[in-house]
């Protein structure tokens, strides 16, 4: 899936943007799609916190973002920094006392508040002292009602007045010589489209849990919240450990007492089979089968180094090497909205540290470059000659997870 946005910027008097209003959109199409404003708002906001960094939409400037009545009173603005953000009230918003509260409370804790599309009534005055931007529609907005809101806003100098639906040069000449001081509209751009490859809660939270099995001591008490928030995730872990496989005398009751049961080996095994089959369920096999190779034969490899921190980090390592592949995205994007260590990313990203050499002899061996693979062995201290057995065993490995992970499809 992706996720989808667009960005407008906003101008100042001397043609340089000063903030970019982010838009709604649910698709490749450069229009909103015509969905309930809440709704809208919500996606906009999750898609701020799971697929891109609101500095990244914005272009590291101001997002000005849409905000109803229903998001205000929820306290969604709460979720990101006054520093990135500038909120802005929708106009099918009608002045009153919840909205009145809501704008005092956000003033408080140092957002700026903007009114937008706006139209002047005489309760919009109880507002002021806490608005920073009141944006004008110049296209529906008749001159005369533009002047006496100029005049009934001379007492407060710190509100700014954002002309939007620019579209001639004439125009904007004009709304200069009024005192507007931002501009926003096609005479300047058209809103630019964004697109990030959308993860979902499920496959994040999969994710965030592989990271913390990396440890050479996994913390039960962080794992099994994490778990308890995903009723799917929750019920695979309980029926996986109740599975055949572990000839266990006593059923498993709670997610504590599974993960407690399993142990770290068994845990990432199940959490790698997870992802491989959330991930990809349209991709060939072939690159799921490969990560999982890979996976295991840079633990293994790991293992046999002089150095036995890594071992934890180099599962990962090797299941995250074909994700830009299986997602169909840069591993530089990826890595940037995946919860996984520094040393996993720079190794995937930038292709340093230890990391990277392991991934590079597991690389090489696929690629019978045995020169290469017997040097990079030797900067990490392992006896080349166990390359064989290693990967042997990992394609054993591999085998064994696929099939467990056929049985799961199936049901």
Not at 8 to 19: A, E, H, S
Not at 336 to 355: C, F, M, N, T, Y
């Amino acid at each position: 899936m992706n996720f989808y946005a667009a960005r407008q910027p906003i101008f100042d008097i001397d043609n340089k943007p000063i903030g970019y209003e982010i838009l709604f959109r649910n698709g490749p199409n450069n229009e909103f799609p015509g969905i309930n404003a809440d709704k809208a708002t919500s996606q906009l906001l999750e898609g701020s916190q799971f697929y891109f960094e609101l500095e990244e939409l914005s272009n590291h400037k101001p997002a000005f973002i849409n905000f109803t009545l229903n998001t205000l009173l929820l306290g969604y603005p709460f979720m990101l920094s006054p520093k990135h953000m500038v909120i802005e009230v929708v106009e099918s918003i009608e002045p009153g006392k919840k909205l009145l509260d809501c704008t005092k409370a956000l003033h408080k804790k140092g957002y700026r508040v903007a009114l937008d599309h706006y139209r002047h009534q005489a309760a919009w005055r109880h507002f002021y002292p806490y608005i920073k931007y009141l944006k004008i529609d110049v296209a529906t907005t008749p001159w005369p009602e533009i002047q006496l809101i100029k005049k009934e806003i001379q007492p407060h100098k710190h509100i700014q007045l954002i002309a939007e639906k620019v579209e001639s040069h004439q125009q904007l000449d004009q709304l200069k010589a009024l005192g507007f001081e931002f501009f926003q509209g096609f005479y300047f751009a058209k809103p630019e489209m964004l697109k990030s490859k959308m993860f979902s809660a499920s496959e994040l939270s999969i994710t965030k849990l592989l990271s913390e099995t990396a440890n050479e001591y996994v913390d039960v008490k962080r794992l099994t919240p994490i778990f308890e928030r995903d009723v799917n995730l929750s019920y695979k872990l309980l029926r996986y450990t109740n599975s055949a496989i572990f000839k266990r005398r006593t059923k498993i009751s709670n997610i504590k007492q599974a993960l407690v049961t399993l142990g770290n080996q068994e845990l990432k095994k199940f959490l790698s089979l997870m992802f491989a089959a959330q991930i990809s369920p349209d991709k060939p096999a072939e690159l799921i089968k490969m990560s999982l190779t890979r996976a295991r034969f840079c633990e293994q490899l790991a293992l046999n180094a002089d150095s036995k921190k890594y071992v934890g980090p180099a599962f990962l390592t090797g299941m995250m090497s074909l994700i830009d592949a299986i997602r169909d995205d840069s591993m530089e994007n990826i890595m940037g909205h995946l919860p996984l260590v520094d040393s996993i990313k720079q190794a995937l990203v930038v292709r340093e540290g230890p990391l990277a050499h392991l991934l590079l002899i597991v690389q090489s061996y696929e690629q019978a470059d045995w020169l290469t693979a017997q040097k990079q062995c030797r900067v990490l201290n392992i006896n080349p000659e166990i390359l064989p057995l290693i990967y042997n065993d990992a394609l054993s490995w591999c085998d064994e997870q696929m099939q467990v992970l056929a049985c799961e499809t199936q049901d």
